[in-house]
């Protein structure tokens, strides 16, 4: 029963209630595209990374099927490809990922006392991508134009000339698309748990959950971008003759495995973080005391972070790698035992001092110990680099990875849902259906990958079509192809027992497992607002030391209880202290995410089948939709009607100079930096290690162009730096005009540049050099396009009054781009042109 239905509540808080629910509505029908409630956009998530993960699930069916007799004729060479490509692919980048980012999303706002995310169309936009990209992807299934490279597309194998087709086309716009719907909630996620945790939760209070996926979207934020950059690069080279990655032309085909491995790497521990966090969420409510090590295990997670970056070159020891570096990334693969050992004893020593209780949630984290901790000596293993030169691209690899991630995620998470389903559905999940189901998983997956163990040891490479008798891998087959087809009847009894849920389970109590996280304090099935009253936190553990809170928070007795304003709001706090700083008026429901988004689509498309003028129209529509989508922010009526606040109160995050709009610029900016960095790897990459690549005698670029240019930028910078230093006195004399001023000198900025490109006459698709040199210029080009077109809006923003001494936020937001330009662009000046200079032409 939500709040607003229960008849115990007083008029004046039912009233209240009433207000909220009006306010928060989420509109049904066709309207419904337009939500942006992060319950509704984390289930939507959640349910369309299942239904991919049924995707994914059918097609290791049919690579099972395949492998389960020798000399098998049920698919033919090519169709195989495809089908074990898509299926690493599906589960690598539409379910994975995408799942738990729903889960993040859905439940992070309940964990930390907020009502929504700070930036709740980002993440309805990310939705989109997400989907459409999917959609694309999946979609050369049926056209039979699927990949078939693997999921890691390694070139040349993925290039034009060995993969002629769309196939690798596919992959690398979709995956690009999807990527930005990553990106999207990664930088979210992150803004939303530093600055919008409720009253009183310093970082030491918050819930280990909300720590797992801050360091889960912080890696999103700063490893994904390689993933992007490498994508788009090859991309430019099949469709535009670019040879980033052809020795011929200068390239280098293993600067994709670096590409592709920056990020890949650490996208194993993005996705078992938060599956550690749910396990580190579970384990102290089942075993009836707090964690033990609370400290420990944020330092666990932390450090894991950082080292999960270094690690990249252990799936590249057969390509060559130096002895000393080989040595070095060993040594540091084994390395993160140490975290991941730390999480593990304090997981054990918490069952060792509480008092388990065997329930089905509880059931699915032992499975997780087990299997996980297998996976993890497996994994020591290949850190050893004679071992894994044995090893290397056989079943025992295949083996390792399905043990670390199923048994790293899938548990946890399949533990997550039977534990948060009573929040969901207000209706507690069946035992018995759910064990069965359980064992029938739990047993299906050993039974399939443990084994594979063996024929990985007995030399059956990972991407083998079929096999003769002779080699002697017809027993260990066919027992692997037995146990994936048990492991789906588990999944289909899984599938039936949460659909039976919904109509036939018992009602839930309040809090059913007796937890002490703030999400059980909440109406089940959770309204839209979340809480009525946003409560001060003291402990981190408030069920458990205030049982009362639930009754309290739905009668209105804490924070932000009003709603004749018309606004949707939330708390917003002090990064490390969780002191109130703001009040953070959140936008509404709109259809611009989803046009956005669907312009994208079309983008992608367009580029596919090689329409190139109808894809720069596309992008042109999509920017005007993303242009619009950000009028309506700030201090714009339709996202603050009334600007009043209580007395005692914050002032709304608009009438600050340090609202959640300026982190989510310096995050945003950390994934920018991210990719622009991974563009510097590849240029110095090529320049000193790629044998044919070509440095001219002299820079093709014009100093005095490129110097112009940056002193364009730099007096733009310093003349909006002065405005905001003004706006920061509470004087916002000149404003506007300050604003129109520093938008010309952004064009001035793009003007030069597109000199220094046309003077340059570079040929790009005759040497890397040239062709690295135009896309690193275009990156310049586009930021300071985006510079002046920001400045232009603002100029006309001031004139209608949504930006001034009374709203101030905006213009630092914007500075915060500036500022990254100014960086970026006299450190690529240093880069491509200064040091060639001085070190001389010669490669």
Known sequence: MSDTKDATLPPGIRRLHEGMARVWANPSGLGALTVVNHTSVGLRFMVTGAVFFLIGGLLAMLIRTQLAFPGNAFMSHETYNQVFSMHGTVMMFLFAIPILEGVAIYMIPKMIGARDLVCPRLSAFGYFCYLFGGIILTSSLVLEMAPSSGWF??????????????????????????????????????????????????????????????????????????????????????????????????????????????????????????????????LPVFARRPIVGYGWVVAAIVIMGFISFGLWVHHMFTLGIPQLALAFFSAASMLVAIPTGIQIFVWLATLWLGRPVMSLPMLWIVGFLVIFVLGGLTGV??????????????????????YVLVGGML??????????????????????????????????????????????????????????????WDIYNLISSVGGFMMSAGVALLILDITLHFRFGRKAPQNPWNAGTLEWAMPKPPTPYNFVSLPRLETRHPLWDDPELPRTIAAGKHGLNTIEHGRRETWGSDALTGKLREVVHLPTNSWWPFFAALALAVVCICLLVKLYPLAGVATLVAVVFLLRWSWENGAHPKAAPDATVAPGQPPLHSRTMNGPGVWTMSVSHLANGSLYLSLLFGWFYLWTVAPEWQMPETSPL??????GAGLALTLGTAWLAKLVRRLRGHSDSGLGGGMYLVAGLGALQSALLGLVIWR???????????????????????????????????????????VGAEAPLEPVVVLRLWYYNLIVYWSLFVAVWVMPTLLGGAS
């Not at 009573?422 to 990958?449: A, C, H, Q, Y």
């Not at 014009?702 to 110097?707: G, N, T």
């Open 702 to 707: 014009s100093l005095p162009l490129l110097a």
């Open 760 to 802: 340059a006459e570079l040929a790009p698709s005759e040497t890397a050099h040239d062709a690295t040199l135009l896309v690193a210029l275009a990156y310049v080009l586009i930021h300071a396009l985006l510079g002046a077109l920001l400045c232009l809006l603002q100029g006309l923003r001031v004139g209608y009054g949504f």
């Open 153 to 282: 597309m390694y070139t040349p194998l993925s290039s034009g000339e060995y993969s002629p087709g769309l196939g690798s086309d596919f992959w690398l716009l979709g995956i690009t698309f999807v990527e930005i719907s990553a990106l999207s909630a990664g930088v979210e996620l992150v803004v939303s748990i530093l600055r919008t945790r409720t009253e009183g939760m310093a970082l030491h209070k918050m819930p280990l959950f909300a720590w797992y996926i801050l360091a889960m979207a912080l890696m999103i934020v700063v490893g994904f971008p390689p993933l992007i950059l490498g994508s788009v690069l090859l991309e430019l080279e099949r469709a535009a003759g670019m040879p980033f990655f052809d020795v011929a032309g200068g390239g280098d085909p293993v600067l994709w495995a670096h590409l592709f491995w920056l990020f890949g790497h650490p996208e194993v521990y993005i996705i078992f973080l938060p599956g550690a966090g749910i396990v580190s969420t579970l």
């Open 411 to 472: 548990f946890p998470l399949l533990a997550g849902l039977y534990y948060w389903l009573p929040l969901v559905s207000g209706r507690m999940p069946s035992e018995r259906l759910g064990k069965w189901s359980f064992w029938l998983i739990f047993l299906g997956f050993n039974v399939t990958f443990l084994v594979m163990h063996w024929t990985g040891l007995l030399g059956m490479r990972r991407r083998v079509f079929t096999y003769d008798s002779a080699m002697g």
């Open 381 to 402: 293993m290949l850190a050893l680099v004679p071992f894994n030169w044995q090893v290397h691209d056989t079943h025992f690899v295949v083996a390792h990875m399905h």
